[in-house]
C-alpha cells in the first residue's frame, strides 16, 4: 500500500465552490473530486509527455537515417487496420 501524505492546496472561493457542487452531486467528498481530477490530470499528462518524447526520438531516428513510410503507405496500413484486417507494417524507404 502506497504511503499517503498530506499536501496543502489554496483554491479561489468560486473554483471551491464548484468542487462542493460537483462533490454533492457526485455523493462524493470534496477530496475525493480533487484527488480524481490530480490523477486524471497526471495521467493524461504523462500520456502526453510520452508521446512527445517518442515524436522527438522517432525525428531524431528520420534524421539520422533517413527511413521513412509514405502517406500513402501509411494511409493503406491505417485502412486495413480500421477494416480489422490484419496487415504488415509498411516497410521504410530512404
Given at each position: 500500500?502506497?504511503?499517503?501524505?498530506?499536501?496543502?492546496?489554496?483554491?479561489?472561493?468560486?473554483?471551491?465552490?464548484?468542487?462542493n457542487?460537483?462533490?454533492?452531486?457526485?455523493?462524493?467528498?470534496?477530496?475525493?473530486?480533487?484527488?480524481?481530477?490530480?490523477?486524471?490530470?497526471?495521467?493524461?499528462?504523462?500520456?502526453?509527455e510520452q508521446?512527445?518524447?517518442d515524436?522527438?526520438a522517432?525525428?531524431?531516428?528520420y534524421?539520422?537515417?533517413g527511413?521513412?513510410?509514405?502517406?500513402?503507405?501509411?494511409?493503406?496500413w491505417?485502412?486495413?487496420?480500421?477494416?480489422g484486417?490484419?496487415?504488415?507494417?509498411?516497410?521504410c524507404h530512404?
Amino acid at each position: 500500500m502506497a504511503t499517503l501524505s498530506t499536501t496543502s492546496l489554496k483554491l479561489d472561493s468560486a473554483m471551491k465552490e464548484r468542487v462542493n457542487r460537483l462533490a454533492s452531486s457526485r455523493r462524493r467528498s470534496a477530496h475525493w473530486v480533487m484527488r480524481e481530477a490530480i490523477e486524471q490530470y497526471v495521467d493524461r499528462e504523462e500520456k502526453r509527455e510520452q508521446l512527445r518524447q517518442d515524436a522527438l526520438a522517432a525525428w531524431a531516428a528520420y534524421q539520422t537515417t533517413g527511413l521513412h513510410v509514405t502517406a500513402k503507405d501509411a494511409d493503406a496500413w491505417l485502412a486495413k487496420l480500421e477494416a480489422g484486417k490484419r496487415a504488415a507494417i509498411p516497410k521504410c524507404h530512404i
